[in-house]
C-alpha cells in the first residue's frame, strides 16, 4: 500500500482528513457494474453502510465515513473510503476501515443487506429526473460517454436482478490483493508513526501539494 502525509505543520490541527482507495475496477460497459454498484453500497454508501456503523456509531470515530465509486463507459474512475478523525484516532479508523474491506470481500453478503440496498439505490432514481435541469443532466451524460439512451431505461433492472452471489463475485474485483490501494491523509508530522503501520510513509508539505499534488513526495519518514 502506497501512503501519504500532506502534512500542514498546523498545531491547532483537531481533525485530519484521510482517503483510501484505489482504481474502480469496472465500467458502466461491464456486466459487473451492477453488483459492484449494489456492493459499494453496502460497504459505504449511506448512513447505514457497514462502514458507518462500524466508524461512528458503534465506533465513534468519525461524523461520517463513505465509500465513493466514480464510473466512466470507457475508462474506469477512482472509488475511495472518505472520512475524518481526530488524529489519535487515525490508525483506529484505518485498521477498522481496511477490517470492513475484508469482511465485505471475502465473506457471504445476506440477502437482507443486498435487498435493503437494492430498495434504497431503487427509490432514489427517479430524483435523478425531478427537474428538467436534472434530466438534461443525464442525457448529456450519456452522449458524453457514448452511452445509448437504453442504458439509463435499463438501470433499474439491471440493479433489480442481482443476487447476493452477484454482488460477491462484483466485490472480489476490489479485494485489497486485487487493487492497489494509497492510502493518504492530511494533518502534521506526527502521524507517521501511525501511517507506516500501513507502509512506509511519503511526506509531502501542503504547500507543494498544492502546487504539484501527489507527485513529488518530499521524502520518506526518516526526513
Given at each position: 500500500m502506497r501512503v501519504i502525509l500532506v502534512d500542514l505543520h498546523d498545531p491547532g490541527l483537531n481533525l485530519?482528513?484521510?482517503?483510501?482507495?484505489?482504481?474502480?475496477p469496472y465500467t458502466l460497459r461491464d456486466d459487473e457494474?451492477?453488483?459492484?454498484?449494489?456492493?459499494?453500497?453496502?460497504?459505504g454508501g449511506d448512513f447505514t453502510s457497514r462502514l458507518n456503523t462500524m466508524l461512528r456509531i458503534r465506533e465513534g470515530l468519525t461524523n461520517d465515513a463513505r465509500f465513493l465509486?466514480?464510473?466512466?463507459?470507457?475508462?474506469?474512475?477512482?472509488?475511495?473510503?472518505?472520512?475524518?478523525v481526530r488524529p489519535r484516532d487515525l490508525k483506529r479508523a484505518v485498521d477498522l476501515t481496511i477490517q470492513q474491506i475484508k469482511?465485505?470481500?471475502?465473506g457471504p453478503l445476506t440477502q437482507e443487506e443486498v435487498d435493503r440496498s437494492r430498495a434504497k439505490i431503487v427509490n432514489?432514481?427517479?430524483?435523478k429526473f425531478e427537474t428538467l435541469s436534472e434530466s438534461l443532466t443525464q442525457l448529456v451524460y450519456l452522449e458524453v460517454e457514448g452511452l445509448p439512451r437504453t442504458w439509463m431505461g435499463?438501470?433499474?433492472?439491471?440493479?433489480?436482478?442481482?443476487?447476493?452471489?452477484d454482488v460477491y463475485e462484483a466485490l472480489e474485483g476490489m479485494s485489497l490483493g486485487a487493487v492497489p490501494m494509497t492510502l493518504v491523509a492530511v494533518g502534521n508530522h506526527d502521524l507517521i508513526p501511525a501511517l507506516s503501520a500501513f507502509g512506509q510513509v511519503e511526506v509531502i508539505?501542503?504547500?507543494m501539494f498544492l502546487e504539484n499534488g501527489?507527485?513529488?513526495?518530499?521524502g520518506g519518514a526518516g526526513r
Open positions: 485530519v482528513q484521510w482517503r483510501l482507495g484505489g482504481v474502480n457494474w451492477a453488483p459492484f454498484r449494489l456492493g459499494t453500497h453496502i460497504l465509486v466514480d464510473y466512466g463507459a470507457w475508462s474506469s474512475g477512482p472509488m475511495r473510503v472518505s472520512s475524518g469482511e465485505v470481500t471475502g432514489a432514481f427517479p430524483f435499463d438501470y433499474v433492472r439491471k440493479i433489480e436482478a442481482q443476487t447476493p452471489e508539505r501542503a504547500e501527489l507527485y513529488q513526495p518530499m
